[in-house]
């Protein structure tokens, strides 16, 4: 649970957290890694509360949500060399604005389908995905 500079209280959907490894905090969004070793991917999640949808952005934070997509897909894209990028705010299952930027590569178990409801997950082992969240963190900046 963060507090915002304006009073009010952002907190993680509890199925993202459970979910999801931290990896940095951005200016607008929290990113988080998901906890499936079969796909590189990525969960945005803007810290306002209340927000289920793009449109519930007003202009500005709308324009530093697209920011910071385009910043953490380049910064895997370099990472995994991957054939292509997934980006997506689907929201059916978690209310919660998130924005997903899943690697994906021709020879990945789910390809050329979307990654969702294929196969079952393969959790990373603590030290797998600490690295990739090192990674991550180092292609961001430091973020």
């Known amino acids: 649970m963060n ?20 990896v940095a ?3 607008l969004s929290t990113l988080r890694l998901m906890n499936d070793a079969r796909f590189p991917w990525v ?4 810290r306002r509360p209340g927000l289920a949808e793009l449109i519930d952005l007003e202009g500005e934070a709308r324009a530093a949500l697209t920011g910071e997509i ?5 910064a895997l894209r ?4 991957c054939d292509k990028l ?12 998130h924005v997903h930027v899943i690697a ?9 389908r979307p990654v969702w409801g294929v196969g079952e997950r393969r959790t990373y082992a603590a030290p797998q995905a600490m690295l990739l969240v090192s990674r991550l963190r180092a292609a961001l900046g430091g973020a």
């Open 3 to 22: 507090e915002l500079s304006n009073g009010t209280t952002f907190q993680l959907d509890p199925r993202i957290e459970a979910d999801t490894f931290p």
């Open 25 to 27: 905090d951005l200016a």
């Open 43 to 46: 969960i945005l999640v803007p």
């Open 70 to 74: 385009d910043t953490v897909s380049r």
């Open 78 to 81: 370099e990472l995994t060399q």
């Open 86 to 97: 997934n980006v997506g705010a689907l929201g059916n299952q978690v209310r919660q604005l």
């Open 104 to 112: 994906r590569f021709a020879t990945d178990a789910a390809w050329p």
